[in-house]
């Protein structure tokens, strides 16, 4: 199988060291497959949505399930996000999103969306998940005056057209509530919205998954999938499983060449986060530093950030374009002074943690569930950065699909379908360089 990045961000047996990591004790050490065996369904993928959709499958359906994950538990993005519980997961305008798919679907997408985030909030009560919990809602920054007028239409639509609860705040509102900065020139707020530990969630939702009987091997990578008398059979190192249907949920980590039909159509894309120290109240105050919610800005290359509940500033913003530990690094040198000019009063602070992870994009920029024709394979991916979300939800969704005979689902068909194949798909990671020069250099503008 064939990755588009440098091979250091994929070492699937080692955790990648995180602030969440130092700050999440659970480990949970499970078996890797070592024999061959057999399941009605198998779930490639251990991270919110195979695992959301193996529950729902044992749980609705009481079915015989096993999911194999690669890493530990968690390894990809859902151990190691920003926790950002928002919406939605879409790199669309809302206005485009109209323009191709009527007002209705745009709605319903919306509808879905914050049923999403509802999902989450709710299964973290229900699965008794401690995930340190912050904040009550997101904020969205105008990072320059222009922006400001922009904001203020998004959040009158977002209340007026999608229903959703909004907030509109002046620069000088903000700095009372949120912070202030140099780059915060007002800013709106949307629920439902708050933060999490991802790492924790992750590890609470196996717990869970565990505890309804789902057999899960860690340590245990897909190689190859054949096909036999009508059944699947999964290859890995030193086991095999025999099935009759796959769920892949893989996301950003989907390897090329596993799925013929899912190839050259996901892009993924680096994200990469730093960790300050913990800072004293006195140097929160020096930029009033005020609120525990997700906050994003108005950059096309988008800053986003939060105060976690040590008083550290995690900071993200998108990644390296290369994939090796020296670009994570270089990366992360650049991401410190992105963060210190716009809160140029901690410039003495250090930074303690940086990593940085895959997000799946793709030519649809909006989220792909569904079937492949003529298979007994299904799957959910391209959150774009809003799998918090997006992921649990997704998975449920899969479950239904999975067993459905009209292989329907009552959602919006934003989400619908396979996105498109990139024209040679190879050149997949410089047409993203191109689109970063390009935000690049609007953002310089602030256009
Ligand atoms: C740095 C970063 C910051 C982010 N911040 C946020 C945020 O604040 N809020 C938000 O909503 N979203 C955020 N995201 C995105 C979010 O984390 C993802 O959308 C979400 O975790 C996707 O969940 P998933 O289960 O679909 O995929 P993943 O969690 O990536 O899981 C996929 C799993 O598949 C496994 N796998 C791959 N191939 C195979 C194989 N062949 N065999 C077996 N296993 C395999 C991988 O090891 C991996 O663990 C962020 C992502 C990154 C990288």
């Avoid at 769920?247 to 680096?270: D, H, K, W």
């Avoid at 109240?281 to 525990?292: L, M, P, V």
């Avoid at 040679?424 to 602030?446: E, G, Q």
């Amino acid at each position: 199988m064939k990755n588009i990045y440098h091979s250091d961000i994929y070492q699937f047996n080692t955790p990648v060291s995180s602030y969440w990591e130092d700050h999440s004790s659970e480990n949970l050490n499970l078996d890797k497959l070592n024999k061959d065996v057999s399941s009605e369904i198998v779930v490639i993928g251990g991270g919110y949505t195979g695992l959301s959709c193996a529950i729902n499958l044992i749980e609705n359906h009481n079915l015989e399930v096993i999911l194999v994950e690669a890493g530990k538990i968690g390894w990809g993005a859902s151990s190691r996000n920003a926790g950002f519980c928002s919406l939605p997961p879409s790199k669309m305008s809302f206005k485009k999103m109209q323009s191709i798919y009527g007002n209705d679907e745009t709605k319903k997408f919306f509808k879905n969306s914050v049923e999403g985030s509802n999902y989450t909030k709710d299964i973290i009560q229900e699965y008794n998940i401690d995930c340190d919990v912050t904040g009550d809602s997101n904020y969205v920054v105008a990072h320059h005056p222009n922006k400001f007028k922009d904001i203020q239409e998004q959040a009158t639509a977002y209340r007026e057209e999608f229903g959703i609860e909004t907030e509109i705040y002046s620069k000088e509102d903000f700095d009372k509530i949120g912070h202030g900065g140099t780059e915060q020139f007002g800013a709106f707020s949307y629920k439902p919205g708050f933060a999490i530990n991802p790492l924790k969630f992750v590890n609470g939702i196996a717990k869970y998954a565990l505890s309804k009987q789902l057999k899960i091997f860690e340590h245990t990578k897909v190689d190859k999938i054949d096909k036999e008398n009508g059944a699947y059979i999964l290859r890995t190192k030193e086991g095999s499983i025999r099935s009759k249907k796959i769920v892949v949920a893989t996301n950003g980590f989907y390897q090329e060449g596993l799925i013929p039909e899912m190839n050259s159509r996901i892009l993924p894309v680096i994200s990469n986060i730093i960790v300050t120290r913990a800072l004293t109240e006195q140097e929160i105050d020096q930029h009033n530093f005020k609120t525990f919610s997700p906050i994003a800005n108005t950059k096309n290359l988008l800053y986003y950030y939060r105060k976690l509940p040590d008083n550290r500033i995690l900071f993200g913003t998108r990644g390296d374009l290369s994939g090796s530990d020296q670009s994570n690094l270089n990366m992360s040198k650049k991401m410190e002074k992105f963060l210190k000019d716009i809160f140029p009063k901690w410039k003495d602070i250090n930074i303690d943690y940086n990593w940085r992870g895959l997000i799946a994009l793709s030519q649809k920029l909006t989220p792909s569930i569904g079937k492949i024709d003529n298979e007994e394979i299904y799957y959910g991916f391209g959150y774009n950065g809003v799998g918090v979300s997006a992921a649990p939800w997704t998975g449920k969704q899969l479950s239904k699909l999975v067993l459905s005979n009209s292989k329907e689902l009552d959602i919006s068909k934003i989400y619908k379908g396979l996105p498109k194949k990139f024209i040679f798909p190879k050149l997949r990671t410089f047409y993203f360089r191109l689109a970063v020069w390009f935000y690049a250099i609007k953002d310089r503008f602030n256009i």
